[in-house]
């Protein structure tokens, strides 16, 4: 993810500025602040904007737990996000 330069980073992952977009760190609210879910440290992570615009808009967005467990076994494969690359 990056925070301050969008160009470095589409250069250091040979990507164009388009796909370096989702990769974007934004804070993500584990549960959703349209629920109830509090500005707290510990209801909110870093997270790519792809994901922090994705969990929540599906039909049955995942509890936090599940959806990191989602990510851990994406990660272990190596492939989380690797569509956007």
């Known amino acids: 993810m990056w925070q ?11 990507i164009s500025l388009v796909r370096a977009k989702y990769f974007q760190c934004t804070g993500e609210h584990l549960v959703a602040h349209s629920e109830g879910g509090p500005a707290s440290r510990r209801n909110i992570v870093a ?18 737990k599940k959806y990191a467990l989602l990510v851990q ?3 272990e494969k190596g492939a989380w996000n690797s569509h956007l690359l």
Request: hydrophobic residues 20%; charged residues 30%; glycine residues 6%.
């Open 4 to 14: 301050d330069s969008i160009e470095q980073y589409a250069v250091e992952y040979g």
């Open 47 to 64: 997270a790519c904007l792809f994901c922090n615009q994705g969990r929540h808009k599906r039909k049955n967005p995942p509890s936090p």
């Open 73 to 75: 076994k994406r990660l």
